[in-house]
């Protein structure tokens, strides 16, 4: 999508959260064989409705039966946001609740008597164990197993969301050798990058790691007090959420001052390796073809057994979500699959390295959203 300014315009709910998915998210319900799908508060909720609810011990529950009307229920004191919501263009029934009811009774009501139902993949615990003791004989399976097919596959309103996200994560590592001194502690950047990340147009901060000198040997270690060496390596993985609720991700390493030798000689492989599995994504190849691109290179560089993680994660309102860039995922590759290609080596006690781009498969090839330079950064 193009704009003024070099900016991405935004896409708006309506393309994002088409009234249409209700629809598909049926007809997959009753495909896969189940009778309804019961979808509280988190992704699969949002996905399917655009409501993006409060989770809270008062049960909201969207219910997608196979055949019928859907219905959500609402805590009466929750029903004014979720008529305001998205969710008001569905024509739902809006079914509210009252603090002396059981709303777990209610939808068993109102379903009758059902073999097997879907929960939201993130339903609590305490929502799911209701459920079962109001639907006894009700087989309980992951609404993702039908979702995942739908979700998997993002429209091109999605994938505008996404590059939109790119684009303003892109924002801020451009903004982060500014940040980066040594004398500074991980946590002075962190704040800094924190910052940006909401200046740059996210809602939300999802996550921030700065890891520096041996601590970029951990994936996921975020910050600490640790004070940043001249001559370091330094981690920078970051990402938000934006206010359509499209995810952003990337990570680039930088230094502090000249790198050490061995640590420049294993970050060329990584970057070859990074580059050779983002021109693997076609249509038709297998998320773990992706994998071995990326692999190999590292194997066939002596650095194998530091590459400790699976290739890339699936992103969309969730930032790891299906398909998974993996060995044993013989998954084909479609137009429309949305994924990170993040190959990283990380050397115990010494330092390491990633580098990650959210691709995009289309019809031709592969598009990267991410697009600020893939090579060392000295600062």
């Known amino acids: 999508m193009e704009c003024g300014e070099g900016r991405l315009a935004s896409v708006t709910s309506q393309d994002l959260y088409p009234v249409s998915r209700l629809a598909a998210a049926q007809e997959a319900t009753a495909k896969a064989g189940l009778?309804?799908?019961l979808l509280t508060p988190g992704p699969d909720l949002r996905y399917v409705s655009g409501y993006e609810a409060l989770p809270l011990e008062r049960l909201t529950c969207l219910v997608v039966p196979a055949s019928g009307e859907s219905f959500m229920m609402v805590p009466r004191l929750e029903l004014p946001a979720a008529q305001a919501s998205p969710a008001s263009r569905l024509g739902l029934d809006f079914v509210a609740w009252d603090e002396t009811d059981d709303p777990y009774d209610v939808v068993a009501s109102r379903l009758g008597r059902v073999a097997k139902v879907g929960l939201a993949d993130r339903m609590w615990a305490m929502a799911s164990l209701r459920f079962r003791a109001a639907m006894p004989s009700t087989e309980q399976v992951l609404a993702g197993t039908v979702l995942r097919e739908l979700r998997m596959r993002k429209s091109a309103a999605?994938?505008?969301?996404?590059?939109?996200?790119?684009?303003?994560?892109?924002?801020?590592?451009?903004?982060?050798?500014?940040?980066?001194k040594a004398g500074r502690t991980e946590r002075e950047v962190g704040k800094d990058i924190h910052d940006?990340?909401?200046?740059?147009?996210?809602?939300?901060?999802?996550?921030?790691?700065?890891?520096?000198?041996?601590?970029?040997?951990?994936?996921?270690?975020?910050?600490s007090d640790r004070v940043i060496q001249a001559g370091e390596p330094v981690v920078v993985d970051i990402g938000g959420q934006l206010h359509n609720g499209y995810c952003s991700d990337s990570t680039r390493t930088y230094c502090v001052g000249e790198p050490p030798a061995d640590f420049a000689a294993y970050y060329e492989v990584l970057r070859q390796a990074q580059d050779a599995?983002?021109?693997?994504v076609r249509p038709?190849?297998?998320?773990?073809?992706?994998?071995?691109?990326?692999?190999?290179?590292?194997?066939?560089?002596?650095?194998?057994?530091?590459?400790?993680?699976?290739?890339?994660?699936?992103?969309?309102?969730?930032?790891?979500?299906?398909p998974y860039i993996?060995?044993?995922?013989?998954?084909?590759?479609?137009?429309?699959?949305?994924?990170?290609?993040?190959?990283?080596?990380?050397?115990?006690?010494?330092?390491?390295?990633?580098?990650?781009?959210i691709v995009v498969c289309s019809e031709d090839g592969g598009e990267r959203l991410n697009n600020t330079p893939r090579e060392l950064v000295i600062v």
């Open 35 to 37: 009778d309804a799908l």
């Open 158 to 180: 999605e994938v505008a969301a996404l590059r939109e996200a790119g684009e303003a994560i892109d924002a801020v590592h451009r903004q982060v050798p500014q940040f980066l």
């Open 196 to 223: 940006a990340i909401l200046a740059a147009g996210h809602s939300t901060v999802d996550f921030v790691i700065v890891a520096s000198g041996p601590n970029g040997a951990s994936p996921h270690h975020e910050v």
């Open 277 to 280: 599995a983002c021109a693997a």
């Open 284 to 322: 038709g190849v297998t998320c773990e073809s992706i994998d071995a691109a990326a692999r190999s290179v590292i194997e066939d560089a002596g650095y194998g057994e530091y590459f400790i993680h699976r290739t890339g994660h699936g992103i969309g309102i969730e930032t790891h979500e299906e």
């Open 326 to 357: 993996v060995s044993g995922n013989t998954e084909p590759m479609e137009a429309g699959f949305a994924f990170s290609v993040e190959p990283g080596i990380y050397l115990p006690g010494r330092h390491g390295a990633r580098i990650e781009d």
